[in-house]
């Protein structure tokens, strides 16, 4: 299973609001450890991206204890994106008393399929638990957004672990 270090190096630099593309999972991390509490609570992190992959918006939804929540949160997100356009979404669940299970890979398929119903990609999901993030898209094996089998490119195919071994 594909675990990342959380929180990130801090000593690599945090892309830049609507400046820098956020095109690995390090970069997407490393904006996302900007927004989450600690010590950790149940919340998630929303990050917006426009169609350069650029950061525009980071959001923390507290209380989100519920997996039927994280599609609330799109939901709300591909509402509000009428009228501050997105294209794509990287998402983080935090959760400090439960990893990543299963039932979370189901999910994945869910909110990805919610998310391009509203024209919105989600590129990643990861699962913050005390030992790392977990990357939901690594676990599935599949593209963000693919329900016809249209591949879509992803954030950061081909990123390092803290080790600098490969995690795909």
């Known amino acids: 299973m594909p675990r990342f270090r959380f929180p990130p190096d801090p000593t690599r630099p945090v892309p830049r609001a609507a400046v820098d593309q956020i095109t690995?999972?390090?970069?997407?991390?490393?904006?996302?450890?900007?927004?989450?509490?600690?010590?950790?609570?149940?919340?998630?992190?929303?990050?917006?991206?426009?169609?350069?992959?650029?950061?525009?918006?980071?959001?923390?939804?507290?209380?989100?204890?519920?997996?039927?929540d994280l599609l609330r949160v799109v939901d709300i997100f591909a509402a509000a994106s009428e009228l501050r356009p997105c294209s794509h979404l990287v998402l983080a669940s935090v959760r400090p008393a439960r990893p990543a299970g299963p039932d979370y890979i189901d999910r994945w398929e869910h909110v990805s399929n919610r998310a391009v119903q509203h024209g919105i990609i989600v590129d990643e999901w990861f699962i913050i638990d005390p030992e790392g993030a977990t990357s939901m898209r690594s676990r599935q094996r599949c593209e963000p957004g693919r329900r016809t089998g249209s591949a879509v490119p992803a954030v950061a195919p081909d990123v390092s672990n803290s080790t600098g071994e490969r995690t795909d």
Do not use: K, N, W
Not at 25 to 37: C, F, G, H, N, Y
Not at 43 to 53: F, Q, S
């Open 24 to 68: 690995r999972r390090d970069e997407a991390l490393a904006v996302i450890a900007l927004a989450v509490t600690q010590p950790l609570i149940d919340e998630t992190i929303v990050l917006v991206l426009d169609d350069h992959r650029r950061g525009s918006v980071i959001t923390a939804v507290t209380g989100t204890h519920d997996a039927d």
